[in-house]
């Protein structure tokens, strides 16, 4: 995959763990979709490779119990 900028990179980065997320869950896509409101067809795109709306994003994180956390900065020795 190639992307644009910074910001396609960490939302690309964010898809891969989706994408992760729902080969690796065990329910299907239809149960996914019943459960989180989210179009077959919009989690399709995501499993084909391609992006999604952040607030899918958003969604599926929520589902999968997933947070984005900011790592600390290592102390200098």
Do not use: H, P, W
Request: hydrophobic residues 35%.
């Amino acid at each position: 995959m190639t992307y644009i900028n910074y910001y396609g990179i960490f939302f690309g980065m964010i898809i891969e763990q989706i994408r992760k997320e729902i080969r690796t869950c065990g329910k299907s896509r239809y149960r996914i979709s019943k459960d989180t409101g989210i179009d077959k067809a919009a989690l399709c795109r995501i499993m084909q490779g391609g992006g999604g709306k952040v607030e899918t994003a958003d969604i599926l994180l929520k589902y999968f119990g997933l947070t984005i956390a900011k790592k600390g900065k290592k102390k200098a020795r």
